[in-house]
T-cell receptor, first 116, second 113 residues
């Protein structure tokens, strides 16, 4: 399977714990995006990387959230001191930025986080 | 403020019937508009993409239209199937160097047998 993969698919944690999610993009894609989606809503942008550089972060990304893409391949999203309001689906997408390319984003299956 | 509004919020139809979903946007400067299908518990999958100069695009039983003057798009589904039950999300991309598209909230479609 050469699509975007995310792990774990589901995570249940207690309030106050830290969690980390992983995203493996399509191998040749240089851009990687993180989104958060709650029930009945569209995805909300959190942050994106071009190669290993984090180029933009949403105001939604509080100090408890941190994302890395150390080698320009896979990425991790960590949430510290989780709160019940963090419960959501966390989606990762990747795209290939190239002249004349429409920058289509390919999404992974998401990680469903439940904070008890 | 860049916004994408979709209607209806939800829709229930019988298998075999046609339906049309609407998307209005205020995103500027406009680059492209995509319709995504998102099955429950899955990530979105692209159905169609249209740029400023295109006013219709088909993908099987899905046909998208774009009126860049009125900033409206529609997604028409012909001869619906049970597998069409999903959320359909309209996404508008910006030109000028921003790579963060604006997402609508989606229309939840349920197809009943």
């Amino acid at each position: 399977d050469t699509g975007v993969s995310q792990n774990p698919r589901h995570k249940i944690t207690k309030r106050g714990q830290n969690v980390t999610f992983r995203c493996d993009p399509i191998s040749e894609h240089n851009r990687l995006y993180w989104y958060r989606q709650t029930l009945g809503q569209g995805p909300e942008f959190l942050t994106y990387f071009q190669n290993e550089a984090q180029l933009e972060k949403s105001r939604l990304l509080s100090d408890r959230f941190s994302a890395e893409r150390p080698k320009g391949s896979f990425s991790t999203l960590e949430i510290q001191r989780t709160e019940q309001g963090d419960s959501a689906m966390y989606l990762c997408a990747s795209s290939l930025a190239r002249r004349g390319n429409d920058n289509e984003q390919f999404f992974g299956p998401g990680t469903r986080l439940t904070v008890l | 403020k860049n916004q994408v509004e979709q209607s209806p919020q939800s829709l229930i139809i019988l298998e075999g019937k046609n339906c049309t979903l609407q998307c209005n946007y205020t995103v500027s400067p406009f680059s492209n508009l995509r319709w995504y299908k998102q099955d429950t518990g899955r990530g979105p999958v692209s159905l169609t993409i249209m740029t400023f100069s295109e006013n219709t695009k088909s993908n099987g039983r899905y046909t998208a239209t774009l009126d860049a003057d009125t900033k409206q798009s529609s997604l028409h589904i012909t001869a619906s199937q049970l597998s069409d039950s999903a959320s359909y999300i309209c996404v508008v991309g910006l030109s000028g160097g921003s790579y963060i598209p604006t997402f609508g909230r989606g229309t939840s479609l349920i197809v009943h047998p």
